[in-house]
């Protein structure tokens, strides 16, 4: 109801423009005819009565023929010329059915002597480019409605990455990782109190990216694997001997500019659906580096896909989001079983140079 109620406005709006501007057109006509003349011809009046009615009628079909073709605006290259061999086509029909009609009707002087080809030459220059005005405005309304829509979608794209960033944020700042973390500081202060302050330090880290994550679209990939670095630091109080980390990592990429904490929930993934569930444990490889114009960050762990790996899961639609954002279809996100228990969790990005 509410689509076919739009529908219908819309509809409505375009015949309000459409009535009301040849409507204006003919009474813009009569007043400067009555300016000049002082008096209206009731033949002159019939036939610009005629044009109008066939203005509508024609233009109406133009619109037709322009949403059946696809010339709606924007305009392609190739499609330009298509238009203006539509526009010409209309604007001569026009002209030949309202001279065929005027002089079929008789609504011409006789005194003037003139056969039909003269009046369609007559009618072509002198009423066709009403039809050109019409095409201009036309396109012109709607190349305005376009860069409406557009900034009211970059709008709700931006408000939709807030959303995002602020969901992203909020996983970032897990209960279950704080508390472990703070009961394995917990259990150091009095053991090793070096390194709970040095816990401490790094889990303070973790907090602040986590709340500055959202005052930039990007972070240098090196900014990034600090955090990750403090991550596993705090994980490897917990796991101990259970975790073991590799570095892959292309020191060129470094500079690179990435998603911010993106690579420390691939990361944290990873933990949580892979190295915890094994008594054994297992290990986490990050890769840095370029192939074919690209970028790829690659976190491989130990682990299979059937180990609650979901692919609706927050950690992996946040990155797909957030990837598509910023890159469109020019980034993707890979999750897949590599042999031996591996799973690998792979984004693909361009390098800009």
Known sequence: MLLLWAMKKKLSAYWICQLGGWIFYGLAILFFVYSLDKKLNPLFTKRLILIIVLGLIFTHLFRFLIHKFKLTPPIRSKSLI????????ICVT??????????????FDPSLKGDILKRFIFTLIEESPI??????????????EADRKDEVNKVKLEGLVKELELK???????PHFIFNSLNSIRALVDENPERARTAITELSNILRSSMQAEKSETSPLEKELGIVKDYLALE??????RLKVEYDIDEETLSEPVPPMMLQTLVENAIKHGISKRI????VRII?????????????????LQDN????????????????????????????DLSNGIVEAKVIMPFIQ
Do not use: C, P
């Open 131 to 144: 039809i050109f005005v019409w095409s201009s405005l036309y396109y012109i309304w709607h190349f305005v």
């Open 94 to 107: 026009f002209s030949f059915v309202s001279s065929t009609f005027i002089q079929w009707l008789g609504w």
């Open 168 to 174: 992203t944020i909020k996983s970032h700042i897990n």
């Open 280 to 283: 054994n444990g297992g290990f």
């Open 82 to 89: 298509w238009l203006l061999i539509l526009v010409a086509s």
């Open 288 to 304: 840095s580096r370029f192939n074919n114009q690209q970028r790829e960050l690659i976190v491989q762990s130990t682990g299979t």
């Open 236 to 241: 490897y109080i917990r796991f101990e001997d």
């Open 309 to 336: 790996y979901k692919s609706e899961g927050f950690g992996v639609s946040s990155t797909q989001n957030r990837l598509h954002l910023m890159y469109g279809t020019a980034a993707k996100f890979e999750l897949k």
